[in-house]
């Protein structure tokens, strides 16, 4: 009997040390409105180069500004899968990190901004004179009611279609533009016996992607752009030609296409199994690093049907979220990230281009100097499948809809879904 | 919830002699135990039932942005789900799986403890060897099945090298396939890829479980009924199957909350599938909570998961405080 009861006082001892280990914490969480607090950078940079790409940004910080203590608090997972998840339990319990990584566009205007949770940077971007080295387009998808909200660090192009040079040459096929010229393409490599299009739709977002460009392709950027004000409505013709023109697409993509994830179908096209798939720009680091083909020589790229000087943009910006200790040092950060030097710095690792206008353009591969020619010239709209056109709330009905239109195909039923869900737009 | 009192339940007298006695010393013991068990029970209140509370609470509001708003919404969020495609065919899917699940780890259970029990040479090596893949994660299988039976690789590959077809884990089509509100209802054959592996992971358990119970029958009990004329056939199917009922009630209680709760496994192996044939209510909640950011749909869907493994959970609690008592 004894011997149990010194057992239960030990583990009352156990259970009370680790409600004091829980009360320390917390404390120490009070503590980071100390003066000495860590900036700590909140992302999903931990893939290859976009990790080496963080680390030399915050090196270059370091460098400049010795006094700060810095932290990478990066959340693992593609895409911020997780990381947003993380990110919306630490806003709403009041304990933001110093900054962290948002897609420009609605998911910080319609997100956190309209939550209220962001301090505007009109005045960091006048004292560091931003506001004619970003392209005014840019600067609007970062602002809201005539604030600004948030610095782009990298820009990347979601409207790419990239195709396998040899199976193209072997095959005698010119490089489409319209969407004419795409299905005689892909009619011609499907009867030579190649996958014309490959698609990973595990994750449905990259089925959504194919979706928006080929609505860009149909609607313009115009009215592409009044979709998600509200201006024109799902029920429109052009959207329901761009729903049948997707679905007229997805009877040339491979058969497993639910079963892969978006670095299978680059593979895909990569080892010649199929001739072109549609990917943001993030595919060319995946060719490039990972599976070691030449830029122009392996694999090629140019617009997807008819979205010619049109930019589907998907930007990586970092703000300043309100109510953090040390609002100076992010501010110190966010001069590091928005200079000609921190964009050049951070680009080439990540293989993405800078969202400044100004940077020097020697430091970036073919690719990378063509597009940003493009990115100077093109018109700029917002990427839906990235957060960007339209709010999360939104964009996961849409990334519904969209799942379910690849298997049933049924256009009025994937247009009645759409138009259900931009109730989500108001 | 507890596995092993159901097979030992033929050990009442102790427990009715421990009751007397602490009935008579209402004393210091006594006071010590409540006074121990009150920090636990303060905890479980206020983190499990607390949080379950206020999860239905967050149901029943407006809560479908980033910032919380508290208005109550009534049963909104349950009436949008309920006409909602992903939804029913999640619930078509949990149906399903739950059901081919149980069944199969049941019967494999029983047939391969039936075999470990014919006192056979390096017993405890096949016994370990099938509850080995019972100490792994969830994710880990999920990851390793969807090598196993992706189309372009693992065994689906020879498959197709043999002309067979190659490509049922992606298959969306659903047998037999009948209208039922806005989803086809029946077994969806992707769906059979889940199953596979959630078997092979959990098997190991209910052999183990069928293996005690097997060993709690006494051997007169065998020999009564051989000497009675029984074949060895009968001695099982009449016998010892009857026998082995408590068994199957925690294997059936301890598979359903798993299945009934599933989230891992499947976000690891298929995620949704084509057209939401491998989803279930478990991923459609994090995706529409921590994605989509509809924090009351999510506590709803929470809150009908919680009430579908409380189906088979408070039965079983009801029943067995009777037995008891």
Same mark, same amino acid.
């Given at each position: 009997?004894?011997?149990?009861?010194?057992?239960?006082?030990?583990?009352?001892?156990?259970?009370?040390?680790?409600?004091?280990?829980?009360?320390?914490?917390?404390?120490?969480?009070?503590?980071?409105?100390?003066?000495?607090?860590?900036?700590?950078?909140?992302?999903?940079?931990?893939?290859?180069?976009?990790?080496?790409?963080?680390?030399?940004? $915050?090196?270059?910080?370091?460098?400049?500004?010795?006094?700060?203590?810095?932290?990478?608090? +990066?959340?693992?997972?593609?895409?911020?899968?997780?990381?947003?998840?993380?990110?919306?339990?630490?806003?709403?319990?009041?304990?933001?990190?110093?900054?962290?990584?948002?897609?420009?566009?609605?998911?910080?205007?319609?997100?956190?901004?309209? +939550?209220?949770?962001?301090?505007?940077?009109?005045?960091?971007?006048?004292?560091?004179?931003?506001?004619?080295?970003?392209?005014?387009?840019? $600067?609007?998808?970062?602002?809201?009611?005539?604030?600004?909200?948030?610095?782009?660090?990298?820009?990347?192009?979601?409207?790419?279609?990239?195709?396998?040079?040899?199976?193209?040459?072997?095959?005698?096929?010119?490089?489409?533009?319209?969407?004419?010229?795409?299905?005689?393409?892909?009619?011609?490599?499907?009867?030579?016996?190649?996958?014309?299009?490959?698609?990973?739709?595990?994750?449905?977002?990259?089925?959504?992607?194919?979706?928006?460009?080929?609505?860009?392709?149909?609607?313009?950027?115009?009215?592409?752009?009044?979709?998600?004000?509200?201006?024109?409505?799902?029920?429109?013709?052009?959207?329901?030609?761009?729903?049948?023109?997707?679905?007229?697409?997805?009877?040339?993509?491979?058969?497993?296409?639910?079963?892969?994830?978006?670095?299978?179908?680059?593979?895909?096209?990569?080892?010649?199994?199929?001739?072109?798939?549609?990917?943001?720009?993030? +595919?060319?680091?995946?060719?490039?690093?990972?599976?070691?083909?030449?830029?122009?020589?392996?694999?090629?790229?140019?617009?997807?049907?008819?979205?010619?000087?049109?930019?589907?943009?998907?930007?990586?910006?970092?703000?300043?979220?309100?109510?953090?200790?040390?609002?100076?040092?992010?501010?110190?950060?966010?001069?590091?990230?928005?200079?000609?030097?921190?964009?050049?710095?951070?680009?080439?690792?990540?293989?993405?281009?800078?969202?400044?206008?100004?940077?020097?353009?020697?430091?970036?591969?073919?690719?990378?100097?063509?597009?940003?020619?493009?990115?100077?010239?093109?018109?700029?709209?917002?990427?839906?499948?990235?957060?960007?056109?339209?709010?999360?709330?939104?964009?996961?009905?849409?990334?519904?809809?969209?799942?379910?239109?690849?298997?049933?195909?049924?256009?009025?039923?994937?247009?009645?879904?759409?138009?259900?869900?931009?109730?989500?737009?108001? | 919830?507890?596995?092993?009192?159901?097979?030992?339940?033929?050990?009442?007298?102790?427990?009715?002699?421990?009751?007397?006695?602490?009935?008579?010393?209402?004393?210091?013991?006594?006071?010590?135990?409540?006074?121990?068990?009150?920090?636990?029970?303060?905890?479980?209140?206020?983190?499990?039932?607390?949080?379950?509370?206020?999860?239905?609470?967050?149901?029943?509001?407006?809560?479908?942005?980033?910032?919380?708003?508290?208005?109550?919404?009534?049963?909104?969020?349950?009436?949008?789900?309920?006409?909602?495609?992903?939804?029913?065919?999640?619930?078509?899917?949990?149906?399903?799986?739950?059901?081919?699940?149980?069944?199969?780890?049941?019967?494999?259970?029983?047939?391969?403890?039936?075999?470990?029990?014919?006192?056979?040479?390096?017993?405890?090596?096949?016994?370990?060897?099938?509850?080995?893949?019972?100490?792994?994660?969830?994710?880990?299988?999920?990851?390793?099945?969807?090598?196993?039976?992706?189309?372009?690789?693992?065994?689906?590959?020879?498959?197709?090298?043999?002309?067979?077809?190659?490509?049922?884990?992606?298959?969306?089509?659903?047998?037999?396939?009948?209208?039922?509100?806005?989803?086809?209802?029946?077994?969806?054959?992707?769906?059979?890829?889940?199953?596979?592996?959630?078997?092979?992971?959990?098997?190991?358990?209910?052999?183990?479980?069928?293996?005690?119970?097997?060993?709690?029958?006494?051997?007169?009990?065998?020999?009564?009924?051989?000497?009675?004329?029984?074949?060895?056939?009968?001695?099982?199917?009449?016998?010892?199957?009857?026998?082995?009922?408590?068994?199957?009630?925690?294997?059936?209680?301890?598979?359903?909350?798993?299945?009934?709760?599933?989230?891992?496994?499947?976000?690891?192996?298929?995620?949704?599938?084509?057209?939401?044939?491998?989803?279930?209510?478990?991923?459609?909640?994090?995706?529409?909570?921590?994605?989509?950011?509809?924090?009351?749909?999510?506590?709803?869907?929470?809150?009908?998961?919680?009430?579908?493994?409380?189906?088979?959970?408070?039965?079983?609690?009801?029943?067995?405080?009777?037995?008891?008592?």
């Amino acid at each position: 009997m004894k011997a149990r009861k010194l057992k239960f006082m030990s583990l009352l001892l156990v259970l009370a040390m680790v409600l004091a280990a829980c009360n320390s914490d917390s404390s120490s969480g009070d503590g980071k409105k100390d003066k000495d607090a860590k900036l700590d950078i909140f992302s999903w940079w931990t893939g290859a180069g976009e990790e080496d790409g963080l680390n030399a940004l $915050i090196d270059l910080f370091k460098e400049k500004h010795p006094d700060v203590k810095v932290e990478n608090a +990066a959340v693992a997972g593609g895409a911020g899968t997780n990381a947003k998840a993380v990110l919306a339990s630490r806003m709403q319990g009041d304990d933001p990190p110093a900054t962290f990584q948002v897609h420009g566009g609605a998911e910080l205007n319609e997100g956190w901004v309209a +939550a209220g949770k962001m301090e505007p940077l009109n005045d960091l971007y006048e004292e560091e004179g931003w506001n004619d080295k970003f392209p005014q387009d840019l $600067i609007d998808m970062v602002s809201k009611d005539g604030n600004i909200y948030s610095v782009p660090v990298n820009i990347h192009r979601g409207n790419v279609l990239w195709y396998n040079t040899k199976v193209f040459e072997e095959n005698g096929i010119e490089v489409p533009t319209t969407f004419d010229e795409w299905f005689a393409a892909a009619d011609k490599l499907k009867e030579a016996g190649v996958t014309p299009l490959a698609l990973g739709d595990k994750e449905p977002w990259t089925a959504t992607q194919l979706f928006e460009s080929t609505l860009l392709g149909i609607l313009g950027p115009d009215d592409y752009n009044k979709l998600f004000t509200g201006e024109l409505s799902f029920k429109d013709d052009k959207v329901k030609e761009a729903a049948e023109t997707f679905k007229k697409m997805l009877s040339y993509i491979n058969e497993d296409h639910s079963s892969r994830n978006w670095q299978d179908a680059s593979q895909m096209v990569a080892n010649g199994e199929a001739a072109m798939n549609v990917m943001g720009d993030w +595919a060319k680091g995946y060719f490039v690093n990972d599976l070691n083909l030449k830029v122009k020589e392996d694999f090629g790229w140019t617009e997807t049907p008819g979205t010619e000087g049109e930019f589907m943009v998907i930007t990586d910006t970092f703000g300043l979220p309100k109510g953090v200790s040390n609002p100076d040092d992010v501010k110190k950060f966010l001069s590091v990230l928005g200079s000609v030097e921190g964009q050049d710095v951070f680009n080439p690792l990540k293989g993405s281009i800078p969202a400044r206008t100004d940077s020097d353009v020697s430091k970036y591969d073919a690719y990378g100097q063509e597009t940003i020619e493009d990115f100077k010239q093109a018109s700029l709209v917002p990427s839906l499948a990235h957060g960007s056109a339209a709010p999360e709330g939104f964009l996961t009905k849409v990334n519904q809809a969209v799942n379910i239109f690849v298997t049933q195909q049924d256009v009025d039923q994937f247009i009645d879904s759409l138009d259900q869900a931009s109730g989500e737009l108001k | 919830m507890d596995p092993v009192r159901s097979s030992v339940k033929h050990t009442p007298p102790e427990l009715k002699v421990a009751t007397k006695r602490t009935k008579k010393a209402l004393t210091k013991d006594h006071l010590m135990a409540i006074g121990f068990l009150t920090p636990s029970l303060i905890l479980i209140a206020v983190f499990v039932y607390g949080f379950i509370g206020w999860t239905g609470y967050v149901s029943l509001s407006n809560w479908n942005s980033l910032v919380p708003d508290f208005s109550f919404a009534g049963l909104q969020n349950y009436i949008y789900l309920f006409k909602d495609f992903r939804f029913q065919a999640d619930l078509r899917n949990t149906l399903f799986f739950t059901i081919l699940f149980i069944l199969t780890v049941i019967v494999i259970g029983i047939v391969l403890a039936i075999l470990l029990d014919q006192k056979i040479r390096q017993e405890s090596l096949f016994r370990n060897i099938f509850f080995f893949p019972m100490a792994l994660s969830f994710v880990v299988t999920g990851v390793v099945w969807q090598w196993l039976l992706n189309p372009s690789t693992g065994v689906n590959l020879f498959l197709s090298k043999i002309g067979l077809d190659s490509k049922w884990y992606t298959d969306t089509t659903i047998i037999p396939g009948v209208s039922w509100g806005k989803i086809e209802f029946g077994i969806p054959v992707a769906i059979i890829a889940i199953v596979i592996a959630a078997v092979w992971q959990m098997t190991g358990f209910s052999v183990a479980m069928y293996l005690a119970g097997l060993r709690g029958i006494p051997e007169e009990v065998r020999e009564a009924a051989r000497i009675d004329g029984a074949s060895e056939f009968q001695v099982y199917w009449k016998v010892i199957l009857p026998l082995l009922r408590p068994i199957t009630i925690s294997v059936v209680i301890i598979m359903a909350h798993i299945s009934l709760k599933i989230f891992d496994l499947i976000y690891a192996m298929t995620g949704s599938g084509a057209n939401y044939v491998t989803d279930v209510p478990g991923v459609y909640m994090y995706e529409t909570t921590f994605r989509g950011n509809y924090y009351a749909n999510g506590a709803a869907i929470a809150i009908i998961m919680l009430l579908s493994v409380a189906i088979f959970i408070v039965p079983y609690l009801i029943s067995s405080r009777k037995g008891e008592s």
